[in-house]
């Protein structure tokens, strides 16, 4: 009986960010002689289509190097996306990460002037394979600095595609729908042109979830939500951790703190304490 065939070497590929939020693949591919493929599948489409699927030509760039380039004006929709290589015809392999440089990434700063912001992150799944995160906001309100205040929190933020103007605010939403009796709460922003602040205090909360978005224009205008998108971190929730202040409320004593969910959009968590 012939042995069964060893599994095939997986397929490495090296990924580097350009500051116009454009990325390129480097596959190892030695030995391939005729067309390539790299291929994004979005992951969980209930009903997969065209626009879950992106190809992108692989073309000789080095010896036993493959490159294939994913520009910025190339349409990616907000998700997750899985990562394969076709080689001369083959079946689709899955990439694992290579070398990744994404250090322009944290120095990138968009115009806004596309009226969105586009945000690809490559990163290393679970099962050590290759996947990007890709986000897709418009307009994008990002929160650039959080500052920890006696009994509540400062955010410092900054708008894409779109201007801050008179009347301009924030909304707390409380995730479970009552918050308690206030499911939404309004807080005043100091704004000038494409940067604003506002201060949430936590003895109001109740426990629970809650979900922070801005109102650029203010009442009837749009509601954007809060993220933090703009570096290299696909994923901030175990990376960026914040300390929970102690208040008393009038629901009781409770811990309250931002954190980031797992789409990077900004949220606080309030825990009642015993009293």
């Known amino acids: 009986m012939t042995p069964p065939a060893p599994p095939a070497a997986p397929l490495r590929a090296d990924c580097v960010g350009d500051s116009a939020g454009g990325l390129t693949f480097d596959v190892a591919a030695r030995g391939n002689a005729g067309a390539a493929l790299l291929i994004l599948r979005r992951r969980g489409a209930d009903a997969p289509d065209a626009s879950d699927t992106v190809s992108l030509p692989l073309a000789p760039a080095a010896e036993g190097r493959l490159r294939a380039a994913l520009p910025s004006s190339v349409s990616l929709p907000e998700g997750r996306w899985?990562?394969?290589?076709?080689?001369?015809?083959?079946?689709?392999r899955r990439l694992v990460?290579?070398?990744?440089?994404?250090?322009?990434?944290?120095?990138?700063t968009p115009s806004g002037l596309l009226g969105h912001v586009a945000v690809r992150i490559p990163y290393a799944t679970?099962?050590?394979?290759?996947?990007v995160r890709s986000w897709l906001r418009a307009p994008h309100?990002?929160?650039?600095?959080?500052?920890?205040?006696?009994g509540g929190l400062t955010v410092r933020g900054r708008v894409y595609g779109t201007q801050l103007v008179p009347g301009a605010d924030a909304e707390l939403r409380a995730r479970s729908g009552d918050g308690g009796g206030g499911?939404?709460?309004?807080?005043?922003?100091?704004?000038?042109?494409?940067?604003?602040?506002?201060?949430?205090?936590?003895?109001g909360l109740a426990p629970g979830d809650w979900d922070l978005w801005l109102r650029p224009a203010g009442d009837p205008g749009p509601v954007v939500r809060l993220a933090r998108l703009l570096d290299d971190v696909a994923d901030k929730n175990p990376v960026l951790t914040f300390p929970r202040t102690r208040v008393r409320t009038?629901?009781?004593?409770?811990?309250a703190g931002p954190y980031y969910t797992r789409d990077n959009d900004l949220s606080l968590a309030v825990t009642p304490l015993d009293a």
């Open 126 to 131: 679970r099962q050590g394979n290759l996947t």
């Open 250 to 255: 009038p629901h009781g004593p409770v811990a």
């Open 97 to 108: 990460p290579g070398v990744t440089d994404l250090r322009s990434l944290a120095e990138r």
């Open 183 to 203: 499911g939404v709460r309004r807080l005043d922003v100091a704004a000038e042109r494409t940067e604003f602040a506002f201060t949430v205090p936590y003895d």
């Open 82 to 92: 899985d990562a394969y290589a076709r080689l001369s015809g083959g079946e689709p």
């Open 141 to 150: 309100a990002e929160a650039v600095d959080l500052r920890l205040e006696s």
